[in-house]
């Protein structure tokens, strides 16, 4: 499978009971050049993350790099290296006497410089191998400077209800996520730091939308996540009562949940993640790879009042 300019995708103090958090089957890659590194970036239902090429060396003294032939000192090069499946991609049984494998090779590469060239970029295939097809690829400790990866998972969502932890009937109760559950960072470090040790690799993901079905028989509403200032992360203005708030995501429950097993209404989330990455000091900012769902649930206690407390 060739990533060099696929793009499909992809970025919460627990207040109720949070039942189980299950993975959708979204997922995406993109590969990217910069400095002297070749990353080979993924995002789906589970987390995110990356493969790199050509190691984080840095030299600060004004003295030309080496170059990858230079580096690996007359040892030969292995262009591929064998890495677990990532978590939320989903395979059939491999055949028998095998296992499936993630394939990264390293392909249209130059020895001769010290990046790998130009058109150096990364091939990511899942293959099933028998002992001797992953031999194909082996690990000599040399060419561990090539190669670098990282992984971050997303947190375990916690759904926020305001302006109570328990919603009233007939008064609106608002949702967010807590700024904890709804935003993840992951750095490699100093991955292009060649001629600018700033000029790293970062990885964000992002909650950009977040879909709740609020279990009471009426029909699921959606929200935009992640537009709040930072001094308000959820939205909601605490100098003004429920009925005069200006966020949106919010729903009025008519019927206590009494009724309901456990007396708690299940509320179903789906939540949308967006992962960017940031090179340095790029003035452009954050590039977006693309998005990734997963599903949660939720249990929620819903009281009659009349008044409105705390």
Same mark, same amino acid.
Request: hydrophobic share 30%.
């Given at each position: ?74 040892? +030969?090069?292995?262009?591929? /290296?064998? =890495?677990?499946?990532?978590? &939320? ?5 491999? @055949?028998? #006497? ?115 079905? +609020?279990?009471?028989?009426? /029909?699921? =509403?959606?929200?935009?996540? &992640? ?5 308000? @992360?959820? #939205? ?75």
């Amino acid at each position: 499978m060739h990533n060099r300019v696929g793009r499909t995708l992809l970025t919460l103090s627990a207040v109720l009971a949070l039942l189980m958090c299950v993975p959708a089957t979204t997922a995406a890659a993109d590969t990217i050049q910069t400095g002297n590194t070749v990353c080979s970036m993924y995002v789906n239902s589970t987390g995110f993350g990356a493969y790199c090429t050509s190691g984080n060396a840095y030299l600060g003294d004004g003295t030309p790099p080496p170059t990858w032939r230079e580096r690996l000192n007359g040892r +030969p090069f292995v262009p591929c /290296r064998n =890495f677990p499946i990532p978590d &939320g991609i989903h395979l059939p049984q491999a @055949p028998e #006497g095998k296992k499936w494998v993630l394939r990264v090779t390293i392909t249209d590469y130059d020895l001769n410089t010290y990046n790998g060239g130009n058109k150096a970029h990364l091939e990511r295939a899942y293959v099933p191998v028998n002992a001797e097809e992953e031999a194909q690829c082996p690990e000599p400790d040399y060419m561990d400077q090539f190669w670098m990866k990282f992984k971050s998972t997303y947190p375990t969502p916690a759904l926020v209800v305001k302006p109570t932890f328990t919603p009233r009937v007939n008064v609106p109760a608002f949702f967010s996520l807590t700024k904890e559950s709804s935003e993840q960072y992951k750095n490699t470090g100093e991955l292009s730091g060649y001629y600018d040790p700033q000029h790293n690799l970062t990885m964000r993901g992002m909650v950009v939308e977040m879909k709740v079905d +609020p279990g009471d028989g009426t /029909r699921p =509403f959606t929200c935009l996540m &992640g537009t709040t200032p930072a001094d308000d @992360p959820d #939205g909601y203005d605490e100098t003004q009562d429920p009925f005069h708030q200006m966020n949106t995501c919010k729903h009025k429950y008519l019927r206590s949940s009494a009724s309901q097993p456990d007396s708690m209404y299940t509320v179903k989330l789906t939540i949308t993640w967006e992962v960017s990455y940031w090179i340095g000091r790029d003035s452009g900012g954050w590039h977006s790879i693309g998005k990734a769902t997963v599903t949660a649930v939720q249990r929620l206690p819903v009281q009659e009042a009349q008044a409105i407390g705390g």
